[in-house]
Structure formats: structure tokens, C-alpha cells
């Protein structure tokens, strides 16, 4: 298989810290998103992005990775984990598919990581446990279950492959992070699978308890004048009023518009001010006139 540079995917320095690493990969999401970009590759783009962002987001995955990239393997030179790497295993399971629990339930799409990925960790997640690989004695496999927050709002199914068999796993609407779903029999040698819920990522959305936070570009005058727009939510899309005179980072709020309980979150609508590149000659002379409109304002004051 081929090496792959995660940071170089993301565009990012070896040295990032985790908010700029995130704010690489919600920009890069939003860009080649199949539902919105019409780049050729874009899907695949955003694939990749997803899996870069899933090695470098988990201190531990991002530990294992930096420990093989400190060896000196380039983007495109093959590479091939060497049988004690990251001894002690990766996440402790066994018996079971990690990289479709993993892989296969996050992104827009489904579809499993690159071989690469699965070499690095899946490998070392179904060879992890007991002894030289021998027989291991029934009990509980546990996993961690990145779960689409589509899924979590709908309540509907997820399907993953567990010792090579697909199974329909029922994701209870509103589930939250660290709660556990049960699968009896389905764990190694005929034991329990507990699957650990944990949220994928989306190129929309982020979370915070229950509600669901989504930052909305604006244009200029949008903000200065007040829009209606069209604001996108897991229960489809909603009209949303932009007040005018509305600065960067205001928050409006959906109400009930988050993950669903008792009582159900809200949508929070951060406002994020881009101006568009002016392209044609009438747009440049628009800026200028803009920027001479409001020179005079601030003289006058």
C-alpha cells in the first residue's frame, strides 16, 4: 500500500494544534462536499479529507501515525507496517470488521477508508487481545461506533460488518456520545458486541450537548442590510432572518431545531462575513466605490 500524508491533505503543519486542524477539515469538507461541489474528484477529495481528519483528530491514532511518519516514508512510497508497530494493538477489539464500525459509518455516502488507513489501524484492531492470535476465550468485544448525526436525529439504521457477516444496528434517535449500544451474540466467540457510541464527523454541523451549531456565510451587505436565508438542519432546510446590522460570530438560534430529547436541543446559526472576489471590472469598480463611501463616512466622523 501507499503512504499517505494526512497533514498534507488537510494542509496543515505537522505541528498543529487540534482547533486548527478542525477548522482545516470543516473547510475542506464544506469545499468538496458531493452535495455541493461540482469539481471533478471532489468525491474522492472529500473522502480523503475525512480519512486525514479521523487519523489526526484521535490523540492516539495521531500518535501512532506521527510514530510511523517519523520514519521517513513520503506520500506514494509503499509502505507496509512492520509487525510490532504500535505493540499493545490498536483500541483492544477482536473478531470483527473495525474498519467498517469505524470507517463505514462516518462520511457522506458510507464507503470504507483507504487500504492505507485499514493498514494502519484495522489490521492492528482485529489482531489485537490475546496471545499470538490463538483462541480467545468468550466475553464482550467492545468497539467505539462513529455514528452519522443523521442517524442520530432520525433514529434509523446503521449497517456494518462484524465478522464478515453485514448487520442492521438500530441507532436509537437522540442516542449520546459514551452510551452503549448492545449486540447479543455478536461479539467474539459468540459473546456480546457493546458498541460505544460516538459522534462521526460532518461537514455541516458541530455539536455541543444537544444542539447543533452550524456557521452560515454571509455576504456583506447580507449583514449590513439583513437577508433571508436559507439555513441548512438535520430535519431539512429552514428559512432563517438575518437581522441587519449583524456583525461576525452573531448566534442565532432554531429552536428545537438540534438533537432530539427532552427537552429537544436548538440549532445555533453563527454568522461568518465573506466577501466575494470581485471578477469582473464592474464589481472592481463597485469595491472602490465602497471603499470611497466609507472613507468619507469616517472623515466626517
Given at each position: 500500500m501507499?503512504?499517505?500524508d494526512y497533514y498534507a491533505i488537510l494542509g496543515v503543519e505537522p505541528g498543529a494544534g487540534d482547533a486548527e486542524i478542525k477548522?482545516?477539515?470543516?473547510?475542506?469538507?464544506?469545499?468538496?462536499?458531493?452535495?455541493?461541489?461540482?469539481?471533478?474528484?471532489?468525491?474522492?477529495?472529500f473522502k480523503a479529507v475525512n480519512e486525514a481528519y479521523e487519523a489526526l483528530r484521535d490523540p492516539q491514532k495521531r500518535a501512532?501515525?506521527?510514530?510511523?511518519?517519523?520514519?521517513?516514508?513520503?506520500?506514494?512510497?509503499?509502505?507496509?507496517?512492520?509487525?510490532d508497530f504500535g505493540a499493545g494493538g490498536y483500541g483492544g477489539a477482536q473478531g470483527f470488521d473495525f474498519d467498517e464500525i469505524?470507517?463505514?459509518?462516518?462520511?457522506?455516502?458510507?464507503?470504507?477508508?483507504?487500504?492505507?488507513?485499514?493498514?494502519?489501524?484495522?489490521?492492528?484492531?482485529?489482531?489485537?487481545?490475546g496471545a499470538a492470535g490463538g483462541p480467545q476465550p468468550r466475553g464482550d468485544t467492545r468497539a467505539k461506533f462513529a455514528v452519522p448525526l443523521q442517524a442520530v436525529y432520525d433514529g434509523s439504521s446503521v449497517r456494518i460488518n462484524v465478522n464478515g457477516k453485514q448487520l442492521d444496528v438500530k441507532v436509537p434517535k437522540g442516542i449520546r456520545p459514551?452510551?452503549?449500544?448492545?449486540?447479543?451474540?455478536?461479539?467474539?466467540?459468540?459473546?456480546?458486541?457493546?458498541?460505544?457510541?460516538?459522534?462521526?464527523?460532518?461537514?455541516?454541523f458541530e455539536v455541543d450537548?444537544?444542539?447543533?451549531?452550524?456557521?452560515?456565510?454571509?455576504?456583506?451587505?447580507q449583514a449590513a442590510l439583513g437577508a433571508s436565508l436559507s439555513v441548512p438542519t438535520l430535519g431539512g432546510p429552514v428559512e432563517v432572518k438575518v437581522p441587519a446590522n449583524s456583525d461576525a460570530g452573531r448566534k442565532l438560534r432554531l429552536r428545537g431545531?438540534?438533537?432530539?430529547?427532552?427537552?429537544?436541543?436548538?440549532?445555533?446559526?453563527?454568522?461568518?462575513?465573506?466577501?466575494?472576489?470581485?471578477?469582473?471590472?464592474?464589481?472592481?469598480?463597485?469595491?472602490?466605490?465602497?471603499?470611497?463611501?466609507?472613507?468619507?463616512?469616517?472623515d466626517e466622523s
Open positions: 501507499e503512504f499517505k477548522t482545516a477539515y470543516r473547510r475542506l469538507a464544506r469545499k468538496y462536499h458531493p452535495d455541493v461541489s461540482k469539481e471533478a474528484g471532489a468525491e474522492d477529495k501512532a501515525y506521527d510514530q510511523l511518519r517519523a520514519q521517513g516514508y513520503r506520500p506514494g512510497e509503499e509502505f507496509r507496517p512492520p509487525p469505524f470507517g463505514n459509518a462516518g462520511g457522506a455516502g458510507g464507503g470504507g477508508f483507504s487500504d492505507f488507513f485499514e493498514g494502519l489501524f484495522g489490521r492492528r484492531a482485529r489482531a489485537g487481545g459514551g452510551q452503549v449500544i448492545r449486540l447479543g451474540g455478536q461479539g467474539n466467540r459468540g459473546g456480546n458486541l457493546l458498541l460505544e457510541v460516538e459522534y462521526a464527523p460532518h461537514p455541516q450537548g444537544s444542539n447543533i451549531i452550524h456557521v452560515l456565510q454571509v455576504a456583506p451587505w431545531r438540534g438533537l432530539p430529547g427532552k427537552p429537544a436541543g436548538d440549532q445555533i446559526v453563527e454568522l461568518e462575513i465573506t466577501a466575494p472576489k470581485p471578477v469582473t471590472e464592474r464589481q472592481q469598480t463597485l469595491y472602490r466605490m465602497l471603499a470611497s463611501a466609507f472613507s468619507e463616512g469616517a
